[in-house]
């Protein structure tokens, strides 16, 4: 019966679109983290930087739909253990992403490779998963976008402990502050999303709430 | 259309743009403010290196903004309505890119205030540079409303915002010709000038595209095949004339301004505005070095040390490498930084340069004795390392420190020795 | 005077026709457009809002054909529309939102804001134009909807279950203003009310399964049915009179 009711789940949440999706862009990062690797003048594989932190951002950003269903109050009115349920979809969601964006960085995982992949994939579908219980999965992706988009050029050019806790995305996977950091954004965001879902914003008198 | 443009102004993405462009500005420019501190055309130029950052928001907004019709189910409603798509439209558009602009202007025009208290260079063509940007700008959110008008996807906007970062980071990256069709730059072009015909075909390219991305996102071909036509025209001679890279220096913006009393210390016009801090801090180091026969007589900023500047290379001079050397209030940011160009003036060249059973620690020694006594007993590294030397009486300090030169000058292992022992 | 006139209408979906060969004049006045559930009623509403274009026949508003552009954009000036699920932005106010269609519509930049103002007053609203649309009960926001569709004074007024969500009450009120708007133009009302439709249309229009079976005055429909139909008044009677008279022709 589980079994069932767990292919329903991802149907109704659209989890073959974003398998087609996290596919797609494991394979973008294959080519664009080979292609940069293999650029001499660059630097070698220390120039993956930015596909180490784009590739698991948009993965997480095409997750945040998948966390909330057609209607919220209709799933929370149920008996179902939703809070397992969140928690599972969401750990799935990061084994599948995170071993599938690290196979395609494993020629020196160590410099911006599979190891900054995985941990990224951490931090940023931690991310999109508490943005997902304080904004609602329409606007998830909205803080993981915004932060994303400005920690690649605003990382200060020193290391230290304070910067590898903020700008984790950016470090190498040698900083051990920048696990610290990712794996708490993940905790923090599984355990509110896991408490309360996804939000649910001011809802529309008679018509469904539309995405 | 007025009416139109200020419901959206108020009541679509535009608030949300001018808000995140206002906070990626501010916070690009806390992040690296030695790239633009006290400079004009430093802070032209971080504009359109912050676009790499600030085309994707502007992307993302514009898509939030167009894909509204759809995400509110308002379509049928509208296009049961008279007037043509296009007007709603631009009017959405020009709402996202007034209030995006609005917001990077008010973040950089805070800037613009701290710069303006500092800056000895207004000349050159920073706000051509900076024009140029904002076009980009308003290119980016039409990019946006295409996507976000055409794209039935629910995270069209995020995932169109995260393409161009990508789209732009690999143009950066790219050393090829077609990658100089991206508005973002990598390199600082603080001393030069970028050639006039690059500036106007940049900004033909631009606007152009933007007609072309808003034409089809309405479907008007006619309009969308001139527009391409315009922007494929601007394309070509961007992409395959003479790269910039190289431009001439601004002879203005080079120029040296020299410290009238003491020792000299001479800075471009550019970073003039720093003269006094970098005088107090060389000035000092000239004095010791006074007449020691084969020392530096005057420090100069490294920027016109190229092949075709004013200044040819010699012995004398000392240069000072400034281009991260200005704080966001326009002071000096790292003395230490300044003094280490006299460090190398004590000849570490040497050290380098001996291999394996030649080298002996000792020269380390001398080296470090002779930074620090150069210093002023405050060597970075090598602190206190002098305190033999400088009890001698004044006239033998300075004539271990010719000697010093001297060998360093020949590479004289013997001698070195010597010299680090003597005292 | 008929100023929407509609011949040999066909539109299908896929293989499935919705309407097939229908005809339908109008003139001045409340009409009534009564049928099942999937009969084509919202079909032929959004046919003559001009959002859907047919696959065969003449459509014509105020004298324009709608399938020439000139005409469509000028009989669209005069079209009042409200859809069955009608989408709106959540962050504009009332004003602002009937004020935005007033501009879809090409009103005169300067008769806007009375017409917005009275357009606001017709449906009751007055007092929350200047609420956000999200804070609205889905009563309000339906008037609000009937007032964005009133505002350009139509011509033509197409209105699609727009008494869904309204209290008893607000009801009454809608059918007094309904006999208003019907004084100079055409108004055609969308519904599952017949009771509606006997209290404010002059006259009515019975679709089912994309064809008209009936059309005259609501008197008629009434006359239509018998003691031996079911339903609890007399045109409610006459309603499923019609229906199974036109069910055993087409047998």
Known sequence: MTGRLLRLHLRARGASAFVAGASAIALLAWAGGTWLAAQPHLGGPAARLPVVVLAPLLAAVLLGPTLAGADEELERGTPLRWPAWRVGHVLLAVLAVATALALTGLRAPETFGAQALARNTLGWIGLVAGATALLGARLAWLPAFGYGCVVYLAAPRDAGVFVALWAWPVQPATAAASWLAAGGVLALGLAGYAYRGSAVGHRLPSRPVTI | MRRALWVELRRGTAPYAALAMFGAGVWVLAAHPDDWGGRWVGLADYLRVSLLVLCPLMVCAGAWQAGRERRRDIGELIAATPRPGWHSLVAAWLAVTLAGVAGTAVAFGGAAVLVARVATYAGGDWWQRAAVGVLALAAASAGGVLVGRRVPLRVAAPIAGLATYLGLAILTYWNAAPARLSPAYDGRRMYSLVPEWVIEWQATWLVALTVLLLAVAVRRWRVALLAGGVAVAAAVPISTGPSWNRAPADPAAVELVCTSSGPEVCLTRVNAFLLGEVAAVAQPILARLDGIPGAPRRAVDHTVRPAGASVAEDADTVWLYLDFQATALGGLANAEDLRTAFRQETGWGCAYRLQGDEFDQRIHQADNMATDWLLDGSGFWAEGASAGLRELPPSAQRAWFADYLDAVGRCDVPALVRLAEQP | ?251
């Open chain 3, 1 to 251: 005077m008929t100023t929407v006139s509609v011949a040999g209408l066909r539109v299908s979906y896929g293989n499935r026709a919705v309407l097939d060969d229908l005809a339908i004049e109008l003139g001045v006045g409340v009409h009534g457009l009564l049928g099942p559930n999937g009969a084509g009623k919202t079909t032929l509403m959004r046919v003559l809002a001009t959002v859907l274009r047919p696959d065969r026949g003449e459509v014509r508003l105020l004298g324009h054909r709608t399938d020439d552009r000139v005409g469509l954009r000028q009989a669209r000036r005069r079209l009042g529309y409200l859809p069955q699920a009608f989408g709106f932005y959540p962050r504009f106010t009332v004003r602002e939102f009937v004020e935005y269609f007033a501009w879809l519509r090409e009103m005169p930049a300067a008769r806007i804001p009375l017409a917005v103002d009275r357009a606001i007053e017709r449906v009751g609203l007055r007092d929350r134009a200047d609420d956000r649309m999200k804070h609205l009960s889905g009563g309000m926001l339906r008037r609000a909807g009937i007032a964005q569709a009133i505002v350009n004074a139509p011509r033509v007024l197409l209105l699609d279950e727009p008494t869904a969500g309204l209290d008893p009450e607000q009801r009454v009120e809608f059918r007094t203003l309904l006999r208003e708007l019907g004084r100079d133009a055409v108004v055609l009302v969308s519904t599952h009310l017949v009771e509606d439709v006997a209290a404010a249309c002059a006259r009515v229009s019975l679709v089912d399964d994309g064809r008209l079976v009936f059309a005259g005055h609501p008197e008629g429909l009434i006359a239509a049915g018998g003691d031996g139909d079911s339903g609890d008044s007399p045109i409610e009677r006459g309603y499923t009179a019609v229906l199974r008279g036109a069910r055993q022709v087409s047998r």
